[in-house]
Nanobody, 124 residues
Framework: QVSLVESGGGLVRPGDSLRLSCAGS????????LAWFRQVPGKERAFVAGIKWDSTATFYTDSVKGQFTISRDDAKNTAYLQIDRLKAEDTAVYYCAAGNVWRNSDPPIDPMYWGQGTQVTVSS
């Protein structure tokens, strides 16, 4: 069992950067692949970035490559999503997820656990 809690969202201006955090609890956090998804009202939750349990692989959806960076620090049971050059279309609720399967395709994990989400609003 893994519990995930996202933080770091907020109201930012276009062009700003933001780092989201996903704090996990549970003894086996480091054994799970982690991923970030985002959702806007009226649309399905969409994958954006994933990282394998041993950090040997990452995967991004095409639209965020070069703008988003996923990382993890298993000593802190935390995953991060660095978002640079924020745009209005990045406005969404961002969710962290954990799963025990990894593949190099979109999405790279099958989420078993979800966090509650953190809102990111990009507006001038």
């Amino acid at each position: 069992q893994v519990s995930l809690v996202e933080s770091g969202g907020g109201l930012v201006r276009p062009g700003d950067s933001l780092r989201l955090s996903c704090a996990g609890s549970g003894r086996f956090f480091s054994r799970y692949a982690l991923a970030w998804f985002r959702q806007v009202p009226g649309k399905e939750r969409a994958f954006v970035a994933g990282i394998k349990w041993d950090s040997t692989a990452t995967f991004y959806t095409d639209s965020v490559k070069g703008q988003f960076t996923i990382s993890r620090d298993d000593a802190k049971n935390t995953a991060y999503l660095q978002i640079d050059r924020l745009k209005a279309e990045d406005t969404a609720v961002y969710y962290c997820a954990a799963g025990n399967v990894w593949r190099n395709s979109d999405p790279p994990i099958d989420p078993m656990y979800w966090g509650q989400g953190t809102q990111v609003t990009v507006s001038s």
